[in-house]
């Protein structure tokens, strides 16, 4: 697709010409403390993440899947003790064709979650709340036409250059669909470590794979995707505009018979912070 091709070259000739320079003792500062931010899926900080999940080796024909999340978070106060961040994930999806079909490229269903998290938690961040997928997709291919409803729950802890935690929410079907929808029971687990390089101006190791359970499927040897892998990202700037730009590789150590077998993760994100 070409959004997700731009992006990727964006990316990858951001994150090669800002490794040569050299940043000062307050922009590493300024770079460091952006960088755990922007690393805490519940900061209090607007923010538009660009994502594209490239997964390759897809189904009996081993054809490619392109997955670009566009995904903006966007926190508010509530009182003086709790914070609502909102994220909402619009996926534009590129699905290949498979026993004669074409390729069909559109837009799949959209994810909500908002997460409520106090604002002074001690050593733990945490945010919990309602998810809600919408059946928006463009073409039956690329969604389910039942509404979906479920919870998320993350947490996590920075000590010194770490980020560590995780990420884990369930849906379910809460109808709507016809009598081809299958029904939808999915949980999601994303631990999330990333490590912060000290006096290097915003460059960080990361590793934050999407585990799946689709406790739905008819074979229980389907059930469980697991990919293991990582990168690494960098805080930069455009002018003003602070973005973290990263990239990650996945291999699937378990999954579904007609799932990828590998998944490059290239992502954008833009910075809002206050």
């Known amino acids: 697709m070409l959004v997700p091709n731009k992006l990727s070259s964006v990316l990858l000739m951001s994150m090669a010409i800002l490794g040569s320079v050299a940043p000062n003792a307050s922009a590493q500062e300024s770079a460091a403390a952006l960088a755990k931010a922007a690393q805490n899926p519940i900061a209090s900080m607007i923010s538009l993440p660009l994502q594209?999940?490239?997964?390759?080796?897809?189904?009996?024909?081993?054809?490619?899947?392109?997955?670009l999340n566009i995904q903006p978070v966007w926190p508010f106060s509530v009182g003086e003790n709790w914070n609502v961040i909102t994220r909402t994930i619009l996926p534009v999806i590129s699905q290949p064709g498979f026993g004669g079909q074409s390729r069909e490229n559109g837009v799949g269903d959209i994810n909500f979650t908002s997460f409520f998290s106090p604002k002074d938690s001690g050593k733990w961040t945490w945010g919990a709340g309602p998810t809600v997928v919408l059946p928006t997709?463009?073409?039956?291919?690329?969604?389910?036409?039942?509404?979906?409803g479920g919870a998320s729950f993350?947490?996590?802890?920075?000590?010194?250059?770490?980020?560590?935690?995780?990420l884990v929410s369930n849906v379910w079907s809460l109808g709507g669909g016809g009598a081809d929808d299958p029904d939808i029971n999915q949980m999601v687990i994303q631990p999330f470590i990333n490590y912060n390089f000290p006096d290097s101006g915003?460059?960080?190791?990361?590793?934050?794979?999407?585990?799946?359970?689709?406790?739905?499927?008819?074979?229980?040897?389907?059930?469980?995707?697991?990919?293991?892998?990582g990168g690494f990202g960098k805080i930069f700037k455009v002018g003003k505009q602070p973005l973290n730009a990263q990239f990650q590789a996945f291999y699937n150590v378990v999954k579904p018979d007609n799932a990828g077998d590998w998944q490059m993760r290239l992502q954008l994100q833009f910075l809002f912070p206050k």
């Open 52 to 67: 594209n999940n490239t997964t390759f080796n897809v189904g009996p024909e081993d054809k490619t899947l392109n997955v």
């Open 202 to 229: 915003g460059w960080y190791f990361s590793t934050a794979p999407i585990i799946t359970a689709n406790w739905e499927a008819d074979d229980s040897s389907d059930t469980w995707t697991v990919p293991l892998g």
């Open 154 to 166: 993350v947490a996590l802890t920075m000590p010194g250059q770490w980020v560590v935690g995780g």
């Open 137 to 148: 997709a463009s073409d039956d291919r690329l969604g389910n036409d039942n509404w979906q």
